[in-house]
């Protein structure tokens, strides 16, 4: 069994384009900046990575991540010929914040909000007629998440279309939270490596259009082998490098691959001790008997932690992987951890493919975890 | 949308932590382990205990197997607004480390999780008030795709000053605060193991207007309806009012199938999407 993906998109600190973000990874570009939006004097950390769009700089603006999840959305399905869509196409939008910041701002400066601003119902139905969303937030993980409950509309007969979306902006609240307990601030995120101090909040939006296999007249970027979703059931903040094994060996087996059929994986790799800990741990566990073993990368050093929509951007950048034989390396990793030392990681250059099966991590806070299996369009 | 018929599901159990005369928050969510959650997973905690005691599935072994799925719309938003003004008036430092995981619209469903070793997927929906009806719809899904043996659904909406703003500013008088629990399994195993079946979920839709979702799900010919009397009741339910419909008709289904509409024109509404679900009696162990 296997699903298409036919149309896909993408906006965040290090670009607008599937193709671009891949191109800045690769190239070792950084989203990160001085923070622009909050009162930094409030802070310990100085920085994020914000999507430099806002009309007036420093002046906050509502309902961005619904700007963005319209943009991508309409990207994608354009992408897909499909830009006219049926009213009852599912979307299945992952996302951690929703829109907080909007209700931050009516809470704490008078802004507008109403009840149905919280979820992306009624701005996905003004743009293109849509009825059939569902905002997903089972945290970091929530667009991997999305991507499983799509594969399965489309297994149970319920849709041949799907699209699966995840969207954030950052918040204050979560921005100042991780401010709380990241000390010293991380100054970028070092994942795997010694020195990493945490994670850095990003901001964007991505989207994917997934169709039943065979159904696609036209051109498609890859497909789904098979997704996993579980929950740790462990710890409300520290994951649990059983759960993360679990998911892997659950995507393993939906997907039909053993270990050895992965050439790539992109993890969750927030750069916090614990995260980063628990995955390699995991990791070395799933692929203890192959050789050489997957190549293994993060991207958030590029993007930051984009939050829901974390999972589906490895996955898009998965793909561009394959297809243009280049993947990207772990940013700022000069000292990795001892539990990575039987890893092949990328580190300091990108590598170079061929590449056909790739592996994606989420890993959201309250443990919750999904993994998905991808192959590239060439069979 | 409408649900293929895979696999007959049904709902186990049902369970209510409403704020009410039969539920005093003050005294019914403290205790052990409460401190350091937030209104919201506390309703959750608890709903979740009495809906698996009410199935009989307290510390059953399939439950490591099993799926949460949580609905709600402001769960958060408490956690949100307060520590904004905790930061407006201070700085980062003064929010308190506790408060962190509350942040995130996820933390009543893995609190849940870690309270009964839930291993099997964790989801929250905030879906406006099509949200509650849609979490049952899902939650029936990822056991027809055999992702979970079964499932725990909770629609909860806490009564936080920031909701209460909210609700106010949006000409809302009364609103529930508390949640609402259901348990929901496949009908075979509801009868292997002796289960007692309350309804099984027969049908669901979910469209633009109330016609095409009832007739998506199947029920326009369903005579016994169920749409605004939970609002009636509690005030509004927004992300708890499908779980609190699903609850209610169990409790008084007889004979005849019950058609419950979330987000449609005679019942809460939040304008975006409506959603429909038909519960019938249990058939028997006609299987």
Known sequence: MSWEIVGMSAVCALGDTVTGIHRALCSGQSGLAPLSRFDASKYRAAAAYEVPDRVRPGVDEPLRATRWLVRVVREALTDAGLPEPEPGLPVLVGTTHREMRTAELWWQHDGRLSPADLHFTSAL????????????????????????????????????????????????????????????????????????????????????????????????????????????????????????????????????????????????????????????????????????????????????????????LNLVVALEAIRSRTLPPVSDLTDPIEEVGELRIVSGQSATGPFATAQVHAVGMGGINAVAIVEGAAR | MSTSAAMRTAITGVAWAVAGPDFDPATALAGRGMRHKDRSSRFAVRVAHRALEDAGLLGAPELDGAAVVVSSNFGNLDPVCDSVSTIAAGCSRDVSPMRVPHLSSAVSAAWVAIEHGIHGPNLTLCNGTSSGLDAVAAARNLIAAGRATAALVIGVEPDTPSVARLHKETAGTRWIDGAVGLVIEPVQHAVSRGARIRAEIAGYGKAADERSAVQAAGGTAVRRRLDGEPTARFGRCSGALGVVQCAMAVERLGNEAVLAVAGGGSGESDGTSVAALVLTPPRGRDI
């Open chain 1, 125 to 312: 139905h003004s743009a293109f007629g849509l009825h059939n969303v569902h905002t997903i937030t089972s945290a970091c993980a929530a667009s991997l998440y999305g991507l499983g409950m799509a594969t399965d509309l489309i297994d149970l007969g319920e849709a041949d279309t799907v699209v699966v979306a995840g969207t954030d902006s950052i918040t204050e609240s979560s921005f100042g939270g991780f401010d709380r307990i990241q000390f010293p601030p991380p100054d970028t995120i070092r994942a795997f490596d010694r020195s990493r101090r945490g994670m850095i909040m990003g901001e964007g939006a991505v989207a994917v259009v997934l169709r039943r296999a065979g159904t696609h007249p036209g051109r498609i970027h890859g497909r789904v082998r098979g997704v996993s979703m579980n929950c740790d059931a462990s710890h409300p903040t520290a994951p649990d490098p059983a759960g993360i094994a679990r998911a892997i060996e659950e995507a393993h087996d939906r997907a039909s691959v053993a270990p050895d059929d992965i050439d790539l994986v992109i993890v969750h790799g927030s750069g916090t001790h614990q995260s980063d800990l628990a995955e390699a741990v995991a990791l070395k566990e799933a692929f203890k008997a192959t050789d050489p073993g997957p190549l293994v990368t993060g991207i958030k050093g590029g993007m930051g932690h984009i939050s829901g929509g974390a999972g589906l």
